[in-house]
Nanobody
Framework: VQLQASGGGSVQAGDSLRLSCINS?????VGWFRQAPGKEREFVSS???????YYADSVKGRFTISRDNAKKTVYLQMNSLKPEDTAVYYC????????????????WGQGTLVTVSS
């Protein structure tokens, strides 16, 4: 399974970005994680193949995850961005797991950098 994340960039606080993750399998659960400098990788959001969605408390109400199975793509719409959202964002895939534990996700894509300035 190959994953390709894109859509990062440099924005101002309050702005929006949409990340995309193309998943070669097309049928796996996909998760978004992020890693800020000097910090551990953390769960952001995930979506099962059935469409069930999960969010970290820190992004609830601001981020929306969705998937287009025909395009094998999962999106992370990020609104009201804050400087603390600055990180490298990674997408991951798994046949079934949709949880928060980094080690349980089987496949990882390269990261895309999101920088939010105040």
């Amino acid at each position: 399974v190959q994953l390709q994340a894109s859509g990062g960039g440099s924005v101002q606080a309050g702005d929006s970005l949409r990340l995309s993750c193309i998943n070669s399998s097309g049928r796996y659960a996909v998760g978004w994680f992020r890693q800020a400098p000097g910090k551990e990788r953390e769960f952001v959001s995930s979506i099962g193949f059935d469409g069930r969605v999960y969010y970290a408390d820190s992004v609830k109400g601001r981020f929306t995850i969705s998937r287009d199975n025909a395009k094998k793509t999962v999106y992370l719409q990020m609104n009201s961005l804050k400087p603390e959202d600055t990180a490298v964002y990674y997408c991951a895939a798994d046949p079934r797991y949709t949880g928060t534990t980094v080690e349980y996700w089987d496949y990882w894509g390269q990261g895309t950098l999101v920088t939010v300035s105040s």
